[in-house]
Structures are given as structure tokens and as C-alpha cells.
């Protein structure tokens, strides 16, 4: 009925797939009443009325007389059969699976003695090196001393006259090195760029100038004569040489970005009389003032 009305009405099966969106396939078992070859019972009867309304049949009147419920599609054929399938495996291996499901825990349990056993025989091994070690410890921790009383104290007064004497000639080392060089600040600037002035005490006939620099930062050194020592941006942790400045009687620093440099003078480090973070930008003059 279905291929008659197609052909009446000069359609293929391609213009009738186009038009029902259905596998062409699916049309030609319709056509040749092979409904094994379609998806199931429910898509049989909505393919048949799609088919119908492309043609311009009545669906109602082409489905009047098809029952679907004789219908056994491929698919219910599958699903029968899988499961006739899963029934003879289940009872082929339902006496052997009761011997293989205690397999998991016999492992498991020899597991578990194995790490036990390791455990201890490892514990037992420490115990012994610790035992051995205490023993050795205590075999050569014996000192046998006879001094006499004279001889002791003798000793005695040695050692204490040489503890005083090396404290001595500490402190004296570290007063020496104190007044050899030290900084006084006789004024703090204020301000975006303060300028402030330092008195610089030094010993011996030199004096110079270094840096550490830790941030890029532009310095600029220049003496009291208007000799410009020193004009420069500095990356971070760049080597510098050391600049003499021992003919000024006092020395000018413009520093770009005070947290990055460190001013030393004959090694001495420069404290910034504004603090840094404050005042990024930094001018300075130092008066250099030799020890008498």
C-alpha cells in the first residue's frame, strides 16, 4: 500500500528519507513487511505513519490492521538470546566461583603477616645496633686522669691568666676598630629628596668609596673640587670598583633608589639618616674628618 501510493506519486526512497528523516533501510523493510529488520515494536508503528503521511495516506487507515504485538524485532531476539546466554554461564560457573572468592582474603591475610614479620625482624635490628652503640659509647667515654693537686692548680692560674689576656687584647682590637672609622650625622633633610649632611671619621691617609647594590639605581659621586668621581646607573649586583676620594675634604652622593645601594666608606657601612622606604630618592654630603 505504502510503495503504491510512493510510486504514484513519482517519490523515491531518497525523497521519502529526505522527508521523514527515516533510514532508507529501514523504508524498504517496511515496503517488503520484514519488520525483524527495524529497531523495535514502537518504531515500526511511528516509521508506518510517517511513511503514510509523506505519501498522503491515512495513517489511522494503514495502521487499522497491523499488529505490532507479532512483531519480533532483531533487537528482542538479541536481548533473549543474551540472556539465555548470562543464565548458562551463571550456572556453569556458579561452583567454581565459591572456591575463587575466598582468594582475596587469604592474600590479604598473608599480606598482613609478611609486613608483621618484616616489622619485626627490623625492630629486633635496631634494638641490637642500638645496644652495640651504647656499649661502644661506654667503652670509650672511660678516661682515666692523676694529676696532683699542685700540678691542677698550677694549671689552673695558666689558663686564667691567658683568658684575661686574650680578653684584653680583644677589647683593645675591637676599640681600635671602632675609632677607626665611624659616621655622625650632623643633619637630617626633609622633604621628597632629602638632603642631609654626615661627619665621616677615619683613620690612616685613604679614603674610598663602594657599593652593594641589590636594586637597579642611578648614583652620582662627586667631590668638593667639582670632580665628578663616579655618574652611572647600576644594575643589581653589579661589580664596582673602589673610588678614591682621599683630596676632597668632603664628598656629595645622589642616590636614585636608596633601598637598593649600600654606601661604604673604607668598608664602614653608610646608615641612611631618612629611612629608605620613606624616601626613596636620596642626596648626601659627607665631610671626611681624618683621626688624629
Known amino acids: 500500500m505504502l510503495k503504491e501510493a510512493r510510486v504514484a506519486k513519482n517519490l523515491s ?29 514502537f518504531y515500526a508503528r511511528a ?15 494503514v495502521l487499522q490492521d497491523f499488529d505490532e504485538e507479532k512483531i519480533q524485532t532483531k533487537e528482542e531476539q538479541s536481548v533473549q538470546y543474551t540472556r539465555m546466554e548470562r543464565a548458562k554461564r551463571a550456572r556453569s560457573t556458579k561452583g567454581g566461583s565459591s572456591i575463587f572468592s575466598f582468594l582475596p582474603s587469604i592474600i590479604v591475610v598473608v ?7 618484616v616489622a619485626w625482624t627490623l625492630y629486633q635490628k635496631a634494638l641490637s645496633g642500638s645496644d652495640a652503640e651504647v656499649d661502644d659509647r661506654q667503652e670509650n667515654d672511660e678516661i682515666i686522669r692523676n694529676v696532683g693537686p699542685e700540678e691542677n692548680s698550677g694549671d689552673a692560674e695558666e689558663d686564667s691568666q691567658e683568658a684575661e689576656e686574650d680578653d684584653v ?27 642631609s649632611e654626615l661627619d665621616f671619621y677615619y683613620s690612616g691617609e685613604t679614603v674610598t ?18 670632580t665628578t668621581y663616579f655618574a ?6 653589579a661589580e664596582n670598583e673602589e673610588i678614591d676620594v682621599s683630596d676632597e675634604e668632603r664628598v656629595y652622593f645622589n642616590i636614585g633608589d636608596a633601598t637598593g645601594i649600600t654606601i661604604k666608606l673604607n668598608g664602614e657601612e653608610l646608615e641612611y639618616p631618612v629611612d629608605p622606604s620613606e624616601r626613596v630618592h636620596q642626596k648626601l654630603w659627607i665631610n671626611l674628618e681624618q683621626n688624629e
Do not use: C, W
Not at 516509521?47 to 489511522?60: M, N, P, S
Not at 655622625?184 to 638632603?195: A, F, R, W, Y
Not at 652611572?232 to 649586583?237: D, G, Y
Open 13 to 41: 526512497l531518497d525523497d521519502i528519507q529526505e522527508i521523514t528523516k527515516i533510514q532508507k533501510r529501514y523504508l524498504v523493510a517496511i515496503e517488503h513487511d520484514d519488520y525483524h529488520a527495524l529497531p523495535g515494536r
Open 47 to 61: 516509521f508506518i505513519k510517517e511513511y503514510a503521511q509523506a505519501v498522503g495516506l491515512d495513517a489511522a487507515e
Open 111 to 117: 599480606l598482613v603477616i609478611g609486613i608483621v614479620f
Open 169 to 195: 687584647a680583644e677589647m683593645s682590637d675591637e676599640a681600635e676598630e671602632e675609632g677607626a672609622a665611624s659616621f655622625s650625622v650632623v643633619e637630617t633633610g626633609s622633604g621628597n629628596s632629602p638632603l
Open 209 to 226: 668609596i663602594s657599593f652593594d647594590v641589590t636594586n637597579r639605581s642611578y648614583i652620582d659621586v662627586m667631590g668638593d673640587s667639582d
Open 232 to 237: 652611572a646607573v647600576m644594575e643589581e649586583n
